[in-house]
């Protein structure tokens, strides 16, 4: 279970073996390795590396891999593995598959832990369920991060129930409440929502970045009982700004890349081949650039746009 562990996925609602915790953080330890040996030009190190990644998820697959899915059943246990690149093929396929409908079974609730809710919405969208991370976030039930705010919260709490207008109090030996674990869920916001992502080709966001909005496309029929379509949001960082919003049944997003550039990656949402900047018509290839899936992805250079 690796050295002495102890807190696991703190908090959890549903339990995740410390072992099975200490392997998946295992392999992504060691995976950071391979890239830290790679940009040090460290190839022996590189190799070293990757035949330990290789024997790590050998024994992952030996030991909570059974008949063809992962044997243990909880929000988390499907998460890092996801999160951390150890599986695929059909492996991946049923286990995001399975991550999905484990929450909706859950009437659209985590019931992970700090370990666990610190990658939830970034994995998800990471593997596609985009809409499920809309619908997580603006949960009101227990646990969530707005039952919090509908307790009266103002700050990220140690636990999602630290005070309760029906009940006061929790127990004052454990209830902190100014303790971020839970506030990971902004990177998703920033990353995902608003789409502002450091570029892994440069240093930092130093003159790169990568912009990929994705907004809230959840259909009547998949949005949770209680719950309306984020219809805009905006965030800025080092300069940067991303906002986007709908306009006549339109999505329409501003930048501000502030120097540099940046590799923009457009949803395409209604089916659209063209793209207006700046109320100009371009094509992909007019742009220098490619449609991927439902996106379209081109380059921008330091300026403020709006595209639709």
């Avoid at 391979?34 to 022996?44: C, E, N, P, R, V």
């Avoid at 501000?256 to 590799?263: C, E, F, L, Q, R």
């Avoid at 742009?287 to 992805?297: A, P, Q």
């Amino acid at each position: 279970e690796g050295p002495k562990p102890r807190f696991g996925d703190w908090l959890n609602y549903d339990v995740t073996p410390k072992g099975y915790l200490s392997i998946c953080y295992y392999a992504y330890d060691t995976s950071l390795m391979i890239k830290f040996s790679q940009i040090l030009g460290k190839a022996d190190k590189e190799s070293y590396y990757k035949e330990l990644l290789g024997r790590i998820i050998e024994h992952y697959h030996e030991n909570y891999v059974t008949d063809g899915e992962i044997n243990v059943k909880t929000q988390t246990a499907y998460l890092l593995p996801l999160a951390f690149d150890m599986i695929e093929g059909e492996l991946y396929e049923k286990t995001v598959k399975q991550l999905e409908q484990k929450i909706i079974d859950n009437d659209y609730t985590l019931s992970t832990g700090f370990v666990g809710t610190g990658v939830l919405n970034q994995t998800l969208a990471k593997v596609g369920l985009d809409k499920l991370a809309y619908s997580l976030l603006l949960q009101t039930k227990d646990p969530s991060w707005l039952y919090s705010v509908r307790q009266g919260a103002t700050t990220v709490w140690e636990r999602w129930n630290s005070y309760t207008k029906e009940t006061g109090f929790g127990d004052v030996g454990m209830n902190s409440f100014n303790h971020y674990a839970y506030g990971a869920v902004a990177e998703w916001m920033y990353s995902s929502v608003a789409g502002i992502k450091p570029d892994p080709e440069a240093f930092g966001f130093d003159g790169r970045c990568i912009l990929a909005p994705t907004p809230d496309t959840r259909s009547d029929d998949e949005i949770p009982a209680g719950q309306k379509r984020i219809t805009m949001a905006e965030a800025t960082y080092k300069g940067i700004v991303s906002r986007w919003e709908y306009e006549n049944g339109r999505f329409v997003w501003k930048c501000v890349i502030p120097d540099g550039s940046a590799t923009v990656k457009f949803p395409l949402l209604y089916g659209q081949k063209t793209v207006e900047i700046n109320d100009l018509t371009f094509t992909a290839k007019q742009l220098g650039g490619k449609i991927e899936g439902d996106r379209m992805i081109f380059e921008l250079s330091a300026g403020t746009y709006i595209v639709k």
